[in-house]
């Protein structure tokens, strides 16, 4: 009975266990359900969509994008002695920016001050809020346009989303629109 206790174990863990490659929909129950539990957190009581003049704040303060090798081991970090969110080379178009889209929903919700309602930072649960956060941010056209513009990375078209947020600039180079849907269209996983 080894083999089915194993499998038991897998399929609890794999039910139970939330990170930021996790599904959307799984997503977004799990923080839904820590919204119903814990609805004092300070973190449901601001605004959860930033002002695209977001980014500029953050440009004008000296923060940049940085790269590492393919071989680094996060998708994405955050250095803030050198004001530095760094990627990952070689990423998908659509990982660099749901990446990039967390490491800003961190940048802006520092956990400093107290806002997630969690004891620390490093919590899983408080990542699982920031990647939900970035997942949304990373769907809606003028975040998008505006992050990557301001700062200076290649606009890729790969969903409604980014040919929403770069439409004129496709259309610009000559590139064929797809006829995308929102709703089918969208990436959130
Ligand atoms: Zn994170």
């Known amino acids: 009975m080894a083999f089915s206790s194993i ?10 266990y939330v990170s930021v490659k996790s599904s959307w929909s ?12 814990n609805p004092s957190w ?14 500029e704040l953050f440009k004008n303060k000296g923060w940049e994008v940085g790269w590492k090798p393919s071989t680094y081991i996060f998708t994405g970090s955050i250095e803030p002695d050198i004001k530095t969110i760094w990627l990952k080379s070689g990423m998908h178009p659509y990982e660099r920016d749901k990446t990039l889209s967390h490491e800003f929903a961190h940048l802006f919700y520092p956990d400093r001050f107290g806002i997630s309602g969690i004891n620390s930072s490093r919590d899983y649960r408080w990542e699982a809020i920031i ?3 970035g997942r949304q941010w990373r769907a809606k056209p003028t975040l998008l346009r505006t992050m990557i513009n301001t700062f200076e990375l290649e606009a890729k078209v790969y969903d409604w989303a ?19 849907d929102k709703r089918y269209t969208t990436i959130m996983d």
């Open 7 to 16: 499998s038991k174990l897998e399929s609890k863990l794999n039910s139970s």
């Open 26 to 37: 799984k997503l977004d129950a799990y923080v839904n359900k820590l919204r119903e539990r």
């Open 42 to 55: 300070p973190i449901w009581g601001v605004p959860l969509n930033p002002p695209s003049c977001l980014f």
């Open 131 to 133: 990647e939900w956060l």
């Open 162 to 180: 980014s040919q929403e947020a770069f439409k004129d600039y496709t259309l610009a180079k000559g590139q064929l629109v797809l006829p995308l």
